[in-house]
């Protein structure tokens, strides 16, 4: 893309190799749900209940972020964005590895599940500062006319974690037994992931602190109070905002790309193997549209961009569903229409990052993320595997009723856009 620098190419893709090697670690979880039940649980629990806790514990790294994103946010504002950037990647990558060498239900009892729900809480709290750490630290070293493209560019990189962690589980599945996966199996990706991470602090030692902070430090311009408490006091409409799209972002990452995998093995008895492959198919092309639609954002706009994306969005995700009930034969090409078009929430970041200013930037976009993460993304999948007895579409409804939230918010994105434009004319 033209006006974007030598310098500019390679933090973007430092960041992003970065950054998916840190989500990998995080969401490595919810590819093994199944084996995890059976390993850190009763035996003689019911499978329905089984899946509920296990999900319930994927959900607590979600309720983690907060806490986690707003003290590393605190910081990132006041001494500077690469610090936490390093250090949430750390954070992440030593429960990751512990996760791996964990004892299961069998061996300690109910300090198995107790323990890795510890480890959960830990590796939120990492993530919690590694995301929107991330997409302030690329945006701040772009120009303000390639946002969308620099954070969307993240955003696919983050995603790739996803595709990353699809790979490892579709090879785990087909390189071990069933018996085999439970014995040994399902440590190897969390090993890896812990080793991914350290490979990620050293990736990062090589990147330098943003232009924007290093301007606002030289004019001592940095926040004067605690950056959150000038976010809730001056910026509440712009902290509504973000919780909104977040709320997007999360419904079609957690359901269409991390819950649908064991979704459709239980709904529909699609083989593991098949399941997991469609899923890698579907997040690559996730990566492909997190970039095209930030791009398209910058030259059009995000408020109109995400009208059309939420649109398709919703469409795509109905369509998957119930092909999945007459046609599970299409399921790579449903799969990946769906996953291009989750590739909306490419527009997200870029279109969050403008609307706090450069002081409490990284306070203001952490906290409204995180705590609607949090809130959102946490309970998405309890929710949806709590409705699925009484509506068996209810992963598909929860997903098109965000994309119309989605469609309201991009016409108010749009107006913003419009009023801004009038005022800079």
Partial sequence: MSGLSRNDYRT???SALGGALEFYDFIIFVFFAVV???????PDMP????????????AAGYLARPLGGIVMAHFGDLLGRKKMFMLSILLMSLP?????FLPTYAVIGIWAPLLLLGLRILQGAAIGGEVPGAWVFVAEHVSEKHTGFACGTLTAGLTGGILLGS??????HKLYTPTGLLDFGWRVPFILGGLFGLVSVWLRQWLHETPVFKEMQARQALASELPLKTVIREHRAAVLLTMLMTWLLSAAIVVMILMTPVLVQ???GIAATVALQANSIATLFLSIGCILFGALSDRFGAGRVMVAGCVMLGFS???FYLKMATAPQYINELYALCGFFVGVIGIIPGAAVRVFPPAIRFSGLSFSYNLAYAVFGGLTPVLVSLLLPVDPLAPAHYVLLLSAVGVLT???LRRIELRNLTENL
Wanted: proline fraction near 2%; aromatic fraction near 16%; avoid cysteine.
């Fill in 317 to 319: 995700a109905m369509l």
């Fill in 12 to 14: 973007l893709v430092l």
């Fill in 410 to 412: 991009g016409m108010y």
């Fill in 266 to 268: 239980k709904l529909y």
């Fill in 167 to 172: 790979l490892v589980a579709t090879s785990m």
């Fill in 36 to 42: 995890i039940g059976k390993l850190f649980f009763p």
């Fill in 47 to 58: 499978d329905w209940l089984r899946q509920l806790q296990t999900f319930a514990i994927f």
């Fill in 96 to 100: 990751t590895l512990a996760i791996g």
